[in-house]
């Protein structure tokens, strides 16, 4: 099996990413918008596609403020895949982002695509959205 893995520094708080990674308003303003977000073992809906026709559902399985989030995806693409976790470490620059989406058969071209659009929401977006205020969600992230 593979995983995706990603590691960014960010000017920014643990705090303030953790509230990205949970917070409805954090998580539509660097990756795409979301019906819902809550508790663990809840349900987390992200919308994707020109009109947010294309839903995926990600089951809450673990949040540990200012230093974890693991979703696992039970409706769209990622079903057949592991977890999603974001670890967040206290860093003398602000903090430390370690993401890995686990449980890949194989680095296929769909693997290769979500490796690099993991790769542009962290480094481009989400850094953006934590340190301007600004990031550049879905739509509006680059076609790859």
Not at 85 to 95: M, P, S
Not at 118 to 136: A, H, P, R
């Amino acid at each position: 099996m593979y995983s995706i893995c990603q590691k960014i520094t960010i000017e920014a708080s643990p705090g303030k990413l953790y509230q990205a990674l949970t917070g409805q308003e954090g998580l539509c303003g660097w990756w795409t918008k979301t019906k819902t977000i809550g508790e663990v073992g809840s349900i987390a809906s992200f919308l994707f596609g020109p009109n947010g026709e294309h839903q995926v559902d990600m089951k809450i399985i673990a949040l540990v403020p200012n230093e974890q989030v693991v979703w696992k995806c039970v409706s769209g693409p990622w079903v057949e895949t592991g977890l999603f976790t974001f670890d967040i470490r206290e860093h003398d620059q602000g903090c430390v982002l370690r993401f890995q989406h686990e449980g890949w058969p194989e680095m296929d071209d769909f693997f290769q695509h979500c490796n690099a659009k993991w790769g542009f929401f962290f480094v481009v977006s989400l850094k953006s959205y934590l340190e301007t205020g600004e990031g550049q969600p879905h739509p509006k992230d680059p076609s790859i």
